[in-house]
DNA sequence: ATAGTGACTTTAC
DNA sequence: GGTAAAGCCACTA
């Protein structure tokens, strides 16, 4: 028998990473941010079961959101602040502002346009 | 295995 | 209202 080589763990391509269950968990919370409202990075984790791993979320909706059907711009840092930096920030408050939410610098009213799950 | 980084959050001034 | 520091998770320069 030839010695076969140990399968060895690598680096995740993204299409592997977008099977990573953590990853669908959090993109199906993310899809389920109801239109004109928003939740933050750490609510999404949480809802996500993954608590206190907000950053995680961030780094998710960087690398695979840009170009899917999930509404990454109801995702807000946890005093209703844009946390995105660049371009995208202004995109980002465009698509919020097409769907009612009121966006001055930057932020947004956590306590009007926040999200509660248990409305879904 | 260690150190650095980031679309984060919380706490303490 | 604001800044600073520390804690947090997972990825990687």
Do not use: C
């Not at 930096?85 to 009612?100: K, W």
Request: proline share 6%; charged share 30%.
């Amino acid at each position: 028998m030839s010695p076969r080589p140990v399968p060895r763990k690598r680096v995740l391509t993204e299409a592997e990473s977008l099977q990573d269950e953590r990853v669908q968990r959090i993109l199906a919370t993310v899809d389920s941010i109801p239109e004109g409202r928003v939740a933050s990075y750490g609510q999404v984790a949480e809802e996500a079961g993954l608590p206190r791993a907000a950053r995680f979320v961030g780094s998710v909706l960087r690398r695979f959101v840009a170009n899917r059907g999930v509404p990454w711009h109801r995702v807000l840092g946890s005093d209703g602040t844009i946390r995105v930096v660049g371009g995208t920030a202004r995109d980002q408050a465009m698509l919020l502002r097409a769907e009612g939410v009121t966006v001055r610098n930057g932020r947004v009213r956590m306590a009007e346009v926040g999200w509660q799950p248990d409305e879904e």
